[in-house]
């Protein structure tokens, strides 16, 4: 694998790597020097186009851990507001030299551009693209799962429930979350008003409803999608208080769920509106520690992409200290 652009990309095979070498990443944060020295002398440059607090930061925390040279660039305040086009920042970012770019972009599509007009040698990671997918985003949360939900001796996550609900036609989130559990082994439904389903929902490896409560009482896991009303350009929904009544996630609906069961959300959220802050805030959510799962994912996937790991081996990515 020279670049991550899908969570349809990945196999099984190479979805359990990347979850497996988090797992041993994961302790470095809790190291009194949270750093390796695997990725020194490497340049890992973060390309965000569209705005981003935790992706990017994540991303910034993953290369330093690993002693990578990182360059933050955002679109805001630099030669892009001139004009400048993907293909001119990507040939000036070249120049510099850069092993790994991760890119965010409000156009779907515009990391895959990247990297096959082959505009940069290094490795692209899809930060997250349009409505398109944010392949990182479903891993951390696989990761997540996996810790709380698998079995014993399942490296995956067979025949676990997973529920997505809200605003899955703006969500890249759900369709890379939809591709990567289904390689996993789990089940998923997606939970929406009709408005808010995208066309061809029917050749995703799930199964929809509209009824909330009767998907809950099944689900090991529900993560709640934040409704986009930034991609909004009609009504899709009567009201802010109907959406939430029938779609929203509060104490009294989180009855239904199974005991075990845990509650996501990729961030950021609108609290009052598709989860209550008392839901948000509760012991069986897991948002904060998808936050924290996060680094040592993105960790994962640099070392794995960029660290020069041959595919045989089996060296533990978290020894050494810097
Ligand atoms: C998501 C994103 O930007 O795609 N957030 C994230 O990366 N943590 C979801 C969202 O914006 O609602």
């Known amino acids: 694998m020279r670049h991550l652009l899908s969570a349809g990309d990945l196999n099984r095979a190479d979805a359990v790597r ?17 750093k390796l020295p ?4 490497r340049t890992v440059v ?11 930061i994540s991303f910034e925390a993953a290369a330093k851990r690993l002693s990578a040279d990182v360059i933050n660039f955002s679109a805001k305040g630099s030669s892009v507001s001139k004009g400048e086009s993907l293909k001119d920042t990507a040939l000036t970012l070249q120049a510099m030299g850069a092993d790994a770019v991760i890119v965010r972009h409000q156009h779907s599509g515009a990391p895959h551009r990247l990297a096959h007009m082959q505009w940069t040698n290094g490795a692209v990671i899809n930060a997250g693209d349009g409505t398109h997918e944010h392949p990182t985003q479903a891993l951390l ?10 079995a014993e001796g399942d490296d995956g996550l ?3 429930n997973v529920t997505i609900v809200g605003d899955v036609l703006h969500s890249r989130v759900a369709r890379s979350n939809a591709l990567l559990l289904h ?15 995208p066309v061809g929902v029917e050749s995703w490896p799930v199964e929809t409803s509209y009824d909330l ?3 809950l009482e099944k689900a090991d896991a529900v993560m709640m999608l934040r409704v986009q009303a930034e991609r909004m350009n009609a009504s899709y929904f009567p009201s802010a208080r109907e959406y939430s009544r ?5 104490t009294a609906r989180m009855k239904r769920l199974p005991d075990h069961a845990i509650v996501m959300h990729p961030g950021p959220m609108n609290r009052g509106m598709e989860i209550t802050a008392d839901v948000a805030d509760h012991v069986r959510s897991v948002i904060v520690e998808q936050v924290t799962n996060g680094v040592a994912v993105r960790m994962a996937v640099l070392y794995l992409l960029v660290g020069g790991a041959p595919a045989d081996d089996t060296s533990d990515p978290a020894e050494g200290t810097a």
């Not at 695997?38 to 002398?41: I, K, M, S, Y």
């Not at 949360?141 to 698998?150: C, E, I, P, V, W």
């Open 183 to 197: 390689t996993l082994g789990a089940k998923v439904t997606l939970v929406a008003p009709p408005t808010l389903l």
């Open 46 to 56: 973060n390309l965000f186009f569209e705005d981003s607090t935790r992706t990017r």
């Open 141 to 150: 949360d696989a990761f997540t799962m996996r810790r709380h939900l698998a």
């Open 38 to 41: 695997t990725l020194r002398g």
């Open 158 to 160: 067979e025949g676990k």
């Open 18 to 34: 990347i979850l497996d070498t988090a797992e041993e990443l994961l302790g470095v944060a809790s190291r009194p020097i949270k």
């Open 246 to 250: 029938r779609y929203g996630l509060d």
């Open 213 to 215: 409560d009767a998907s």
